[in-house]
């Protein structure tokens, strides 16, 4: 089992240039997690963990709890808008989402890596509307976005990264194409769909995604494109153990999907007393490798 650092964060941290003002929060306990720091987390096979959040209550929580990476979803759909997918979700809504994050996380430890979605409609029509729209979020104060599907991302991904901005890509099951797939169902399972994941996944890697989402993949497969994409950390949500990390949508591991939960799911506050200690067990067990379990939670 790989431990999360808690160097101070005063003893690594260089200068901050152009007259930072110091955080509204007490001095960080750990060190920002930045893109190289991942890169090497995954080198080394330390696993990162990932949690949605949309406000700045539950950011600051996630924080503070150490989670590595906070997801501004646009699952915010479902979860704060009540739509039945994340089809309906506005570029607006996700910057004013990912503002509050980021506002929150300031009043805690500030050291998480804050991800946001470019939501549907975003960045399909061409790669200029895709920066334009990656600006957007990035001004909010993400520090990376994140974009849905395959091999057509490829230049809008390769396009984004040269300028600067850091991405995340998103396989397997993507919410926003939920009305192409005919539902929420496990993908890459025939060998023709799992060669074409493959594929996808290499050539995302190439065109420099430093991240990409596994979602309802099935878990040998998912093992195998971790180990088979050094440069591009596998993130799984109901893709199995053996990916680099693993995210989940935050009221989903707090026991409030009103719905029938999926199975990828633990409700971590079934052994919790506050918020707090739910995302620090889920933060524990992604990092010593307990959740999720392959016998339970994948395909
Ligand atoms: O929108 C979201 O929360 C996501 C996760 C399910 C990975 O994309």
């Keep these: 089992m790989n431990t999360p650092d808690t160097t101070p964060a005063n003893t690594t941290v260089h200068a ?6 110091p955080p509204t929060s007490t001095p960080a ?29 539950f950011a600051a929580v996630a924080d503070a709890a150490g989670v590595e990476c906070i997801l501004v979803g646009d699952s915010l759909g479902m979860v704060c808008q009540g739509l039945h997918s ?5 570029l607006e809504s996700m910057r004013y989402h990912t503002e509050s994050v980021v506002r929150g996380m300031l009043r805690s430890q500030s050291t998480a890596w804050v991800i946001a979605d470019l939501p549907f409609g975003s960045y399909q029509e ?21 974009l849905e599907g395959g091999g057509w991302t490829t230049e809008i991904v390769q396009f984004l990264v040269e300028r600067g901005i850091p991405v995340c890509a998103h396989l397997g099951l993507t919410p926003q194409t939920v009305h192409s797939l005919g539902g929420y169902r496990v993908q890459g399972k025939s060998d023709a769909a799992a060669s074409t994941l493959r594929q996808n996944a290499h050539t995302l890697q190439d065109a420099g995604a430093a991240m990409v989402v596994l979602e309802m993949v099935p878990a040998p497969l998912a093992a195998e494109l971790t180990t088979a994409l050094p440069h591009c950390a596998t993130i799984g949500i109901g893709a199995g153990k053996d990916t680099a ?6 009221h ?6 009103l719905g029938k939960m999926p199975r990828f799911v633990r409700n971590f506050m079934l052994d919790a007393s506050s918020v707090r200690g739910a995302m620090e067990a889920y933060v524990r067990a992604v990092k010593d490798g307990s959740f999720p379990d392959n ?4 395909w």
């Design 16 to 21: 901050s240039p152009y007259g930072t003002l």
């Design 29 to 57: 306990l750990r060190r920002p997690i930045s893109l190289p720091r991942l890169a090497e987390m995954h080198q080394r096979g330390e696993k990162i963990s990932m949690l949605t959040a949309y406000d700045a209550t």
């Design 86 to 90: 994340t089809v309906g979700v506005s």
């Design 126 to 146: 061409s790669r200029e509307q895709a920066i334009r729209s990656a600006g957007v979020l990035m001004q909010a104060g993400a520090h990376m976005v994140k």
């Design 245 to 250: 990390g693993q995210v989940l949508v935050m």
């Design 252 to 257: 989903d591991m707090l026991g409030i999907n």
């Design 295 to 298: 016998s339970q939670h994948a």
